[in-house]
């Protein structure tokens, strides 16, 4: 499995910015997805889930309200919709696919988000 994340960029506090993630290669054996963010001198942590329906979602505090996730399971791409995007948001984006039931996780080379204040 391939991940390739696009639409990261700079935008100014209170605006969006919409990030996709394109998977490509053994994209069936996909399960639950994820957006990551790092920002710098600080560990990855986990921004929003999806499970492989789209059906149950999970985000985490900081962006609940603000962020909407989901995926597109014909065009096997998944989106980050983030809204009212505030200074703290900024880092390096990435997107997670877990495969076999948590067997195998794989990770795209990350998008930069920057907001300025």
């Known amino acids: 499995v391939q991940l390739v994340e696009s639409g990261g960029g700079l935008v100014q506090a209170g605006g969006s910015l919409r990030l996709s993630c394109a998977a490509s290669?053994?994209?069936?054996?996909?399960?639950?997805m994820g957006w990551y963010r790092q920002a710098p001198g600080k560990q990855r942590e986990l921004v929003a889930g999806i499970t492989s329906g789209g059906g149950s979602t999970n985000y985490a505090d900081s962006v609940k309200g603000r962020f909407t996730i989901s995926r597109d399971n014909a065009k096997n791409t998944m989106y980050l919709q983030m809204n009212s995007l505030k200074p703290e948001d900024t880092a390096v984006y990435y997107c997670?696919?877990?495969?076999?039931?948590?067997?195998?996780?794989?990770w795209g080379q990350g998008t930069q988000v920057t907001v300025s204040s």
């Open positions: 997670k696919a877990v495969v076999a039931g948590g067997a195998y996780n794989y």
């Open positions: 290669g053994s994209t069936f054996s996909i399960d639950a």
